[in-house]
Each structure stands twice: as C-alpha cells, then as structure tokens.
C-alpha cells in the first residue's frame, strides 16, 4: 500500500492547479530544490501552524533557491481564503481527489477517534535540483518542522556547493 518515493528516486512528477487555479508541475522547478509538503486540511489547527512556520522562513528557503509547496485536498477557493486569512506567502496546490497524496503514498487509512477513514498523512518530501527525493519526514509533527527543513536543506546545499 505504501508506495512513498524513497531518498534517491526520482520525484513523481505532478500537473495540479494552484490557489489562482494556474496549473504547476513539478518540471516547472527543474534545477531547484523544492519543498513539497502534504497536509490534511486548510483552517485546522496544525495545518494553519505548519503553512505560517513555512510562510515565516519563506525568505530563507527562497534564499537557498528552494521553493515551497503545499498540497492538500481543499479546493483552490479555500486555499485562497486560507492564504488572505493568514497572509500566507507560500503557494499551496489542490489535490481534491487526492491523486498525488496517492501518488506519493501518503494516502493511507487513519484512525480518529474509533473512527477509520482514508486520509493525508501530514509527509514532507525534499526534491533536489536534479529531481530526486533528497529527504523525506513521514508522519510530520507540526511543532519545529519547518525549522527542521531549513535545517536540512541548508547540510544539503553546503555539500552541494563543497563538491562542485
């Protein structure tokens, strides 16, 4: 069931629709790293903590040449309320029938209060500039997480730059 890319595959590519409705694929960001964060639902409490902790540290992801994207299965609509709301500045993408949440494995069965259902599983992937997976977080608490990408990216991009 679980078909989450692994560090060194390649990212699976993707074509969805952003907050504006304008369609984004992964190739568009070729030769950059992106930050592709799943999560379950815009306005619910650690879904609202992980897009601001990522809209705060946006300049310094941006600095690294890294681009953020959030995906979840609201509309475009909600994620443009959800954006003005908060005043978010990172670019979120709607997956409403949930095709690349499957896609990336993070579509999985989850339990809440006695209760079974399909659901996001709050993952993180980490795709280089070359378009391989360079680190996953699955099953993400939201309390430091953006920092811990941060973290990540800015080790990677220091042995990138050691090596070239």
Known sequence: ????????????NFS????NG?????ADFS???????????DNTPGCTTEAKDF???NQNFSALGAKILGVSPDSSQ?????????NLTITL????EHELAETYGIWQLKKFMGKEYMGVVRSTFLIAPDGKIAYTWPNVKVKAHA??????????TAISSASS
């Open 31 to 41: 030769g950059q790293w992106v930050i592709l964060y799943f999560y379950p639902k």
């Open 55 to 57: 809209t705060e540290l």
């Open 22 to 26: 304008n369609t984004v694929s992964l």
């Open 78 to 86: 909600t994620h443009c309320k959800f954006i003005a709301k908060h």
């Open 147 to 156: 920092q811990q990408v941060l973290t990540k990216l800015q080790e990677l």
């Open 16 to 19: 969805i629709p952003d907050q």
């Open 1 to 12: 069931m679980s078909n989450i890319p692994q560090v060194g595959q390649p990212a699976p």
């Open 93 to 96: 993408l709607s997956d409403p």
